[in-house]
Nanobody
Framework: VQLQASGGGLVQAGGSLRLFCVASGRSFSSDAMGWFRQAPGKEREFVAAINWTDSSTYYADSVKGRFTISRDSAKNTLYLLMNSLKPDDTAVYYC????????????????WGQGTLVTVSS
């Protein structure tokens, strides 16, 4: 599977961005897909995930109520709509696919995209 993330950029605090992740290959036999982020000097952390079977969604507490994960099966695309952005949201955002198992740690996901940089200025 190949995952291609895009949509990052520079935005002022309070603004919005929409990230995209186009999947090719076996992605839609995946169990779930998700977004993670890694800020400079920090470990990669879970942001949001969506289960492919029932479209149930899960969010990190830090983004709950501000970010929305969604998918378009026909377009093989995963989205992350980010509203009310804060400087603390500045990071490289990665999309990922989980083919088996459960959980939302980085170790639970099997395939990763290359990342897209989001910078939020104060």
């Amino acid at each position: 599977v190949q995952l291609q993330a895009s949509g990052g950029g520079l935005v002022q605090a309070g603004g919005s961005l929409r990230l995209f992740c186009v999947a090719s290959g076996r992605s839609f036999s995946s169990d779930a897909m998700g977004w993670f982020r890694q800020a400079p000097g920090k470990e990669r952390e879970f942001v949001a995930a969506i289960n492919w079977t029932d479209s149930s969604t899960y969010y990190a507490d830090s983004v709950k109520g501000r970010f929305t994960i969604s998918r378009d099966s026909a377009k093989n695309t995963l989205y992350l709509l980010m509203n009310s952005l804060k400087p603390d949201d500045t990071a490289v955002y990665y999309c990922a696919a989980r083919f088996r198992g459960s959980g939302y740690s980085t170790q639970s996901f099997d395939a990763w995209g290359q990342g897209t940089l989001v910078t939020v200025s104060s």
